[in-house]
């Protein structure tokens, strides 16, 4: 039979899958009765057709005929559970002898550290300063050993110990990317450091109350960093054994493989955080069963989650084990919007959209968002000035405060929060408007049109969602973090979609609610990401101690550079600390600049993608040349 012949037989049944793909309340015979039809018809195009067109359309609707079947909705909850379950033990599993190497490398330099403790008592003041020693022996004297862990503010412990183990943890994984070498320092650092601290117990005869006390949180904490480092190991082993791979592809396959392994990780860090905050506060009041009960429980989930049901996943996948994502040597101006992507291809895709468009975007940007956010920023600084004077305890967290006027002191920092809420909207515009211009070449002047043509309503749509994000005070995101996917598209719906501009709100909220675990899923990788890229100038860590004139206690590149501008300033002028405020500010607002773009890559991809489920444009665009002559499908010209 000749392929037009076929389509014009079937082409009726193949529309009614369109109608009831759009219908919720679809009959389960007919959709049993219509899958067993499309199966026969695409066993047939397989045969005859296989290299046509015909034959990948009949994949694909049989495709989505089997998710309605079955009752599958991708973009649901149970998606995020999925990769729990399935995607980050397939993970580990294909790491394990990176996170096995961090197990012996770690054991290895903890009885190095214990060793040299016996021989040298004093080896421990040398890792751990004299101030803690010494705070530790008044402890042991007063009977309370471990009194380092008593705070009267629990809640505060609990917030400022999670935020160092995932500080130490992320450092440990993204140090990886120096050819494994960082990873290795901060695997050393640690692990000697607990050696030491062990047996400083030891040789005062309290071996088992420290073990009881610190290991109630340690088992999650401390093997949080091996695991990190087998993550970190994998990350640089992207770099060091790239295989067939270019080490650019190297380094995105591990670096995808290191993330997922240090997603899986967030629970558990946190859980050591709560455990080190309010029981191992109180580990004088327990009795010694129930340390035990914690700490084996504790372990039990760790092996079990990292070493058992990996095995058990991979055996159950095994064609899942060795499926590789290999990621394109070269990077194609044309993204195929009208189809449906995996998570996988999502996160490709973005990185792809971004290194393809992204200088433009930047120079659109530097010439209108720029000067804008420069002129607010001058304007907060000037009447903001005392703050400049001095640092701050989380030195990024007030700067960008006084950048966008986020401490609402006056009603001059409401007009400065609108008037980022407009550059944000800007730059949103700009980066979609690669999205209308698929596969053609443009200049940077023709994006002023589209911009501020589309500005008003980009505004508006992003207005829930820029309200979260600037009022909002910073610690309250975690929580609202699981509201952001239903109104993450609003400007992607404004500035793609068709109709008014109340339809236009509302697909946001309807496309939003369908695809909320990818939304939800891809905005919690790129915080991850952005987390991880903001820490050489952000450091979680990076914070004073006492007076404005001391150095943080764990200082990153950007202090140290602001560090380096002050001590210049201090020969030139009085108030030596501004320059280096406005230095940090500047570096925040670059970064800014070149990391806000992937959210609106990602907010365009999946607009599009949540279009096609609705509309299934792509396959109707597939339909319509169907039988028409092209160089990979026949028309009725071949049979003559």
Not at 250 to 261: F, M, T, V, Y
Not at 264 to 277: C, H, Q
Not at 331 to 348: A, I, P, V
Not at 591 to 613: H, S, T, Y
């Amino acid at each position: 039979m000749k392929e037009t012949s076929f389509i014009e037989q079937n082409k009726e049944k193949w529309k009614r899958f369109q109608t009831l793909a759009s219908n919720d309340a679809a009959n389960p015979e007919e959709l049993a009765d219509l899958y067993s039809d499309i199966t026969d018809d695409l066993s047939y195009a397989q045969t005859f057709y296989n290299r046509r067109t015909v034959r990948v359309y009949l994949n694909q609707i049989a495709q989505g005929i089997h998710n309605l079947v079955h009752k599958e909705r991708s973009e649901s909850l149970k998606k995020l559970f999925t990769v729990w379950r399935v995607s980050l033990p397939l993970e580990i599993y294909r790491s394990r002898k990176s996170l096995l190497f961090a197990f012996f490398v770690f054991i290895f330099w903890g009885i190095v550290g214990a060793i040299t403790t016996h021989v040298n008592p004093d080896f421990p003041r040398m890792i751990l300063g004299d101030g803690y020693v010494e705070m530790t022996l008044k402890n042991i004297q007063k009977g309370d050993p471990l009194g380092v862990y008593h705070d009267e503010n629990q809640w505060a412990m609990f917030f400022n110990i999670t935020l160092n183990n995932i500080r130490v943890s992320f450092l440990t994984f993204i140090f990886g990317v120096f050819f494994t070498i960082g990873t290795h320092i901060f695997i050393f650092k640690n692990s000697i450091m607990l050696g030491a601290f062990q047996y400083f117990f030891h040789l005062k005869g309290l071996l088992i109350t420290s073990f009881l006390g610190i290991w109630i949180h340690g088992a999650f904490e401390i093997s949080s960093i091996v695991i990190a480092g087998g993550a970190g190991i994998t990350l640089g082993n992207g770099l060091l054994f790239p295989g067939s791979y270019t080490r650019l592809q190297g380094l995105q396959l591990s670096a995808k493989r290191g993330l997922k392994i240090m997603m899986s990780l967030i629970p558990f860090l946190i859980m050591a955080g709560f455990l080190e905050s309010f029981v191992t506060h109180n580990y004088q009041k327990l009795a010694e069963w129930s340390k035990w009960t914690i700490i084996l429980i504790s372990f039990a989930i760790i092996i079990f989650y990292y070493i058992i049901y990996p095995i058990i996943v991979a055996r159950k996948y095994p064609e899942l084990v060795n499926e590789q994502h290999v990621p394109n040597k070269s990077f194609s101006n044309t993204f195929d919007l009208y189809k449906l992507r995996t998570f996988g291809q999502l996160f490709s895709d973005s990185f792809s959209y971004y290194r393809v468009h992204i200088g433009k975007i930047i120079r659109f940007n530097f010439l209108v968002t720029v000067p804008l956010l420069v002129a607010l920023i001058i304007f907060q600084d000037i009447s903001n000035y005392k703050y400049l004077t001095h640092q701050h305890e989380y030195d990024w967290s007030a700067q960008l405060a006084i950048m966008m006027g986020t401490d609402l002191k006056s009603g001059q920092d409401l007009l400065v929060l609108f008037g980022w809420s407009v550059a944000l909207s800007i730059l949103t515009a700009s980066v979609l408007f690669g999205f209308v211009n698929q596969g053609r070449k443009y200049k940077v002047l023709e994006m002023f049109p589209f911009v501020f043509k589309k500005l008003p309503a980009v505004w508006l749509g992003m207005a829930l969602l820029l309200g979260v994000l600037l009022f909002i005070p910073w610690y309250w995101l975690m929580i609202l973090l699981f509201v952001a996917p239903f109104i993450y598209l609003g400007g992607a719906s404004m500035a793609l979609g068709s109709g008014s501009i109340g339809s236009r709100w509302a697909t946001s909220f309807r496309y939003g609610g369908k695809s909320y675990g990818t939304t939800l899923l891809s905005i919690i990788v790129f915080c991850v990401v952005l987390f991880l890229f903001a820490q050489p100038i952000a450091f979680v860590g990076s914070y004073q101690l006492v007076g404005w004139m001391d150095e943080p206690a764990y200082p990153d590149l950007l202090d140290m550079l602001a560090s380096f501008v002050k001590n210049v300033s201090r020969y030139y002028m009085d108030d030596f600390m501004v320059p280096a405020s406005i230095t940090r500010q500047i570096v925040y607002l670059l970064f800014l600049l070149f990391m806000l773009p992937f959210f609106g890559i990602i907010m365009g991809f999946i607009f599009f993608d949540q279009q096609e489920k609705e509309t299934a444009s792509g396959l109707k665009k597939q339909f319509e040349n169907f039988g028409k002559r092209k160089r990979n499908q026949e028309s009725d010209i071949d049979f003559e």
